[in-house]
């Protein structure tokens, strides 16, 4: 058994066993569907022809995504280093890659889980969500999404020494990028400033792929640049993180 494989097993033990972080990385993003769907319940978008549900369940999915993403490998990477874990597995042939790649194929398992839950609560009623779009192209969305979000993770949780250190950075991280980035409210309501600073946030991206393969609004043009934008933050975010990585709070 190769030390990803051994690592892969164990983080997802690690992570089926927390029943409580595995209910709140579900019921979370559906507790926003419920207040946001029954806000604009039958509401419609006069440009488009779509039900306001078309775009709110991608946006609120997005941020489900990464703040799941973020989280998981952040909490993770504090509590083994606390309990020395970090230690013990750097005594074996595994890298500090490893240990990233490994959390990663675990977090896409519970993104693709996540993303079936959500859409087929979205398409119940009384929210009667409509999947119009090129709705297989949502895959490599999603996969981008954990990546992006995984590496900003490792860049949190390498640097923060406690799990409320993890708590707080990463709140104040994803939480306003939800509002900002057009997860949670339409960028078209917003100043031409802060659109311009949404550019920079990861979550838009996600969003404006997830609304193209998901509700068929936007062109493929954006599908595909929203796609590179967030190969690019997983990259950029996954050297820094590798870069602070610590195996012990005393390096």
Do not use: H
């Not at 609560?121 to 969305?141: D, R, S």
């Amino acid at each position: 058994m190769t030390a990803f494989v051994a690592l892969t097993r164990a983080t997802l033990k690690a992570s089926s066993r927390d029943t409580a972080t595995v209910f709140f990385t579900f019921a979370f993003p559906l507790l926003f569907l419920v207040i946001f769907g029954l806000i604009f319940q039958g509401q419609e978008v006069e440009e488009t022809g779509n039900k306001y549900i078309d775009f709110i369940a991608p946006g609120v999915l997005s941020w489900g995504l990464g703040n799941a993403a973020v989280f998981g490998i952040a909490f993770m990477l504090v509590q083994w280093r606390r309990d020395d874990l970090l230690r013990l597995i750097r005594l074996t042939p595994a890298r500090a890659s490893s240990v990233a790649l490994a959390r990663l194929v675990v977090a896409v398992v519970i993104a693709v889980a996540q993303c079936l839950l959500f859409i087929a609560v979205a398409m119940l009623p009384p929210f009667n969500m409509t999947v119009a779009g090129p709705w297989p192209l949502a895959l490599p969305a999603v996969l981008l999404t954990v990546a992006a979000f995984l590496a900003l993770g490792l860049v949190i949780g390498s640097a923060a020494k406690t799990p409320e250190a993890v708590a707080a950075v990463t709140n104040c991280v994803v939480i306003p990028m939800a509002f900002l980035s057009g997860a949670f409210i339409p960028l078209e309501l917003m100043p031409g400033w802060l659109q311009n600073i949404s550019y920079a946030m990861p979550l838009r991206y996600v969003d404006d792929a997830l609304v193209y393969s998901l509700a068929g609004a936007g062109e493929a043009q954006a599908y595909w640049v929203a796609c590179l934008a967030l190969l690019g933050f997983a990259a950029a975010f996954a050297a820094v993180g590798l870069r602070l990585f610590k195996w012990g709070n005393e390096e």
